[in-house]
């Protein structure tokens, strides 16, 4: 199995784009399965293959860490986070089963607040189902 593992990523077989996923208005991801211990993400896309911007993308990836965590002064963890900046929404989500970063476009999330968040949320469901697979 390892020897299979080996070659997969040598083959590039490990690797994928966001778009392959067929989930409308997603940037960038990332998904670990509390079970299997295991994390995937897509690779690096337009806009974030510049090294600028994927600096931004982790910084924030590491502010959604940070809050759902109680590691920014709060009382509890969260379950939910969600960052809405001028160029994309995010989102953080923690269950028992997984834990999901996800960045949107921002045009999936015009409108009202609630109903960006719920517009995530329904996006981030998809994910983990096809992240599962």
Same mark, same amino acid.
């Given at each position: 199995m390892l020897a /299979?593992?080996?070659?997969?990523?040598? &083959? &590039?077989? #490990?690797?994928?784009? %966001? /778009?392959?996923? &067929?989930?409308p208005g997603v940037r960038?991801? %990332?998904y670990k399965s509390? /079970?299997?211990? $295991?994390? #995937?993400a897509p690779e690096y896309e337009e806009p974030y293959d510049d090294v600028?911007? !994927?600096? !931004?993308?982790?910084? @924030?990836? $590491?502010? @959604?860490?940070?809050?759902?965590? /109680?590691?920014?002064g709060q009382d509890q963890?969260?379950? @939910? $986070?969600?960052?809405r900046t001028e !160029?994309?929404?995010?989102m953080g989500w923690v269950s028992e089963f997984f834990l999901m970063w996800c960045f949107f476009f921002a045009v999936?999330? #015009?409108g009202s607040r609630s109903r960006s968040r719920s517009s995530c #949320? =329904? %996006? =981030? !469901?998809?994910?983990c189902r096809k992240a599962r697979r």
């Open positions: /299979a593992l080996s070659a997969a990523v040598r &083959g &590039g077989a #490990t690797e994928y784009g %966001v /778009a392959e996923l &067929g989930i960038h991801f %990332v509390r /079970a299997h211990v $295991q994390v #995937t600028n911007e !994927r600096r !931004r993308l982790v910084t @924030l990836y $590491q502010i @959604l860490h940070d809050n759902v965590h /109680a590691r920014s963890p969260l379950k @939910l $986070q969600y960052i !160029r994309e929404s995010v999936i999330v #015009t #949320t =329904c %996006v =981030c !469901r998809t994910g």
